[in-house]
């Protein structure tokens, strides 16, 4: 298969923990890479590979992998944190064509 | 600083043809991929293709390919999105992103907004 699943809507109480996740057979052979996307803007890479963060993205950001599950963990949700959030693998032949639905984070 | 910056906004009729850009600066132009990547309204993320300018290696989505067209002109680090003949369902955000892997994006354009409709 060449999909991945998301939830399509998940919330946190400010400050908690919240665990985004992404379920796909390409998750078996490939890392996900994790972006966010707020009302109006551009897309921002917030974590790939194993468990990486670009420079500029909050350490509250965390990834994980086990078997064809990605997750995406936010420890201490911000406001600023409220955003769509997808994930993205690699299709059989490597390429980055896989994107999930979509996961729209609410921070209450 | 790393920098992607495309072109503005299109309004066009169902027929006609496009060509969007996406300037990138800060960087090697020739050493990271460019990729395009759809967002119908009120939709996800779709990506069409993606482009190695050091070698042209172009690379499409199934779901795009023969619809588009990818290039980049290294002289003047300038990728290209384009359409020989719009539809009104080619409506939607188009932006270009950087990555040093095709696996990982950090940088993005802007946006352009593609709106076809007779």
């Known amino acids: 298969s060449s999909e991945l699943t998301q939830d399509p809507a998940v919330s946190v109480a400010l400050g908690q923990t919240v665990r985004i996740t992404c379920q796909g057979d390409?998750?078996?052979?490939?890392?996900a890479s994790w972006y966010q996307q707020k009302p109006g803007q551009a897309p921002v890479l917030v974590i790939y590979g194993k468990n990486n963060r670009p420079s500029g993205i909050p350490d509250r950001f965390s990834g994980s992998s086990s078997g064809n599950t990605a997750s995406l963990t936010i420890t201490g949700a911000q406001a600023e944190d409220e955003a769509d959030y997808y994930c993205?693998?690699?299709?059989?032949?490597?390429?980055?064509?896989?994107f999930g639905g979509g996961t729209k984070l609410t921070v209450l | 600083e790393v920098q992607l910056v495309q072109s503005g906004a299109e309004v066009k009729k169902p027929g006609e043809s496009l060509k969007i850009s996406c300037k990138g600066s800060g960087y090697s132009f020739t050493s990271y991929w460019i990729g395009w990547v759809r967002q119908m309204p009120g939709k996800g993320l779709e990506w069409m293709g993606i482009?190695?300018?050091?070698?042209?290696?172009?690379r499409y989505s199934p779901s795009f390919q023969g619809q588009v067209t990818i290039s980049a002109d290294k002289s003047i680090s300038t990728a290209y999105l384009q359409w020989s003949s719009l539809k009104a369902s080619d409506t939607a955000m188009y932006y270009c992103?950087?990555?040093?892997?095709?696996?990982?994006?950090?940088?993005w354009g802007q946006g352009t907004l593609v709106t076809v409709s007779s």
């Open positions: 390409s998750l078996r052979s490939y890392y």
């Open positions: 992103a950087q990555g040093a892997t095709i696996a990982d994006f950090d940088y």
């Open positions: 993205n693998s690699r299709d059989s032949s490597g390429n980055p064509w896989v």
């Open positions: 482009i190695y300018p050091g070698d042209s290696d172009t």
